[in-house]
Antibody, heavy 114, light 106 residues
Framework: QVQLQQSGAELAKPGTSVKLSCKAS????????IYWVKQRPGQGLEWIGY????????YYSEKFKGKATFTADTSSSTAYMLLGSLTPEDSAYYFC???????WGQGTLVTVSS | EIVLTQSPTTMAASPGEKVTITCRAS?????MHWFQQKSGTSPKPWIY???KLASGVPDRFSGSGSGTSYSLTISSMEAEDAATYYC?????????FGGGTKLELK
């Protein structure tokens, strides 16, 4: 069965970076887009962008250009999102999801605090 | 950017009551997609391509609409339907979600 297993919670200081992972199983990793979504606690959903692991192609919502960087390791079927120059506004849950948002990871909580 | 406005923001319904949640887009979109999210869990795909139910979704749910106005309807509210529902458009970049409708059981 399709599963997306995300990495554990992160506590980071302002100005630093965190790299979140999303390990896929149960399907051919290179054949499906991986999307990333942000959700601040108690708030709505915000689309960050996507990566196509088959060729590494990416698309970023304008708001997250320079903030998020997507990569994918096909040998381990894992997608990554690097969040840089962290501020308290980056504190949120981050979800990965497969093409068409049909399957979602459990989310990773990032807390940015000094 | 297409802004999606959901209404109501919150609502409570009694068991058996009909529920309608509306999602209005600032510009015309081709399809609307809906997700259900319960507290502490990931969103689940619920309705896609405006009116198609995702796998496992009870048939008391339905979706409709076109252009700038879309809706999700529950024909008869059940306790398990209490959740937050989000609409999503993928017709235009950036993809955008509505602000969510929190549906509670009365």
């Amino acid at each position: 069965q399709v599963q997306l297993q995300q990495s554990g919670a992160e506590l980071a200081k302002p100005g630093t970076s965190v790299k979140l992972s999303c390990k896929a199983s149960g399907y051919t990793f290179t054949s499906y887009y991986i999307y990333w979504v942000k959700q601040r606690p108690g708030q709505g959903l915000e689309w960050i962008g996507y990566i196509y692991p088959g060729n590494g192609g990416t698309y970023y919502s304008e708001k997250f250009k320079g903030k998020a960087t997507f990569t994918a390791d096909t040998s381990s079927s894992t997608a990554y999102m690097l969040l840089g120059s962290l501020t308290p506004e980056d504190s949120a849950y981050y979800f990965c999801a497969r093409r068409n948002f049909a399957y979602w990871g459990q989310g990773t909580l990032v807390t940015v605090s000094s | 950017e297409i802004v999606l406005t959901q209404s109501p923001t919150t609502m409570a319904a009694s068991p058996g009551e009909k529920v309608t949640i509306t999602c209005r887009a600032s510009s015309s979109v081709s399809y609307m997609h809906w997700f259900q999210q319960k507290s502490g869990t990931s969103p689940k795909p619920w309705i896609y391509d405006t009116s198609k139910l995702a796998s496992g979704v009870p048939d008391r749910f339905s979706g409709s609409g076109s252009g700038t106005s879309y809706s999700l309807t529950i024909s008869s509210m059940e306790a398990e339907d209490a959740a937050t529902y989000y609409c999503l458009q993928r017709s235009s970049y950036p993809w955008t979600f509505g602000g969510g409708t929190k549906l509670e059981l009365k």
